[in-house]
């Protein structure tokens, strides 16, 4: 952590940081309570894709970062240049719901078959009933 990003979220969040400090390589800031939630809230759109590179030739790490609406959650999908990007695709499109535009196959990886909603959301009722779905002997 660079003083430079503790100096800039002191500054930032003046008012609601009670105090910041660097412990284990990891930014700590201390808030009241009445002020978490305004930190904390969600953002527009709702849902963000990250995606993480690495240069073997620059050994540089990279992150890319999208925002799509929880109305239409698409992103075109990457499987076209990386084929490894099929299987994390598959899993964020399980869990999340997120329409990867382009992947050839978007069947439920950690999910059966006629699960219905995408848990990570956590927008569908706790208590709804599943499905069920015959165990083989």
Same mark, same amino acid.
């Given at each position: 952590?660079?003083?430079?990003? #503790?100096?800039?979220?002191?500054?930032?969040?003046?008012?609601?940081?009670?105090?910041?400090?660097?412990?284990?390589? @990891?930014?700590?800031?201390?808030?009241?309570?009445?002020?978490? #939630?305004?930190?904390?809230?969600?953002?527009?759109?709702? /849902?963000?894709?990250?995606?993480? /590179?690495?240069?073997?030739?620059?050994?540089?790490?990279?992150?890319?970062?999208?925002?799509? *609406?929880?109305?239409?959650?698409?992103?075109?999908? #990457?499987?076209?240049?990386?084929?490894?990007?099929?299987? @994390?695709?598959?899993?964020?499109?399980? @869990?999340?719901?997120?329409? /990867?535009?382009?992947?050839?196959?978007?069947?439920?990886?950690? #999910?059966?078959?006629? /699960?219905?909603?995408? *848990?990570?959301?956590?927008?569908?009722?706790?208590?709804?009933?599943? *499905?069920?779905?015959?165990?083989?002997?």
């Amino acid at each position: 952590m660079t003083p430079g990003v #503790l100096n800039t979220l002191k500054e930032r969040l003046a008012r609601e940081v009670g105090d910041a400090s660097v412990s284990h390589g @990891m930014l700590v800031l201390v808030l009241a309570p009445a002020d978490l #939630l305004g930190i904390v809230q969600g953002q527009t759109p709702r /849902f963000e894709v990250v995606y993480h /590179f690495y240069s073997t030739a620059h050994r540089v790490r990279v992150r890319l970062k999208t925002r799509v *609406p929880e109305a239409d959650p698409a992103v075109e999908s #990457l499987v076209p240049l990386y084929g490894s990007a099929h299987y @994390m695709e598959r899993e964020c499109h399980d @869990m999340y719901g997120i329409v /990867f535009r382009g992947n050839p196959d978007l069947r439920p990886i950690l #999910l059966y078959e006629g /699960f219905v909603g995408h *848990p990570l959301r956590k927008d569908y009722p706790k208590r709804q009933e599943q *499905p069920l779905v015959p165990y083989r002997s």
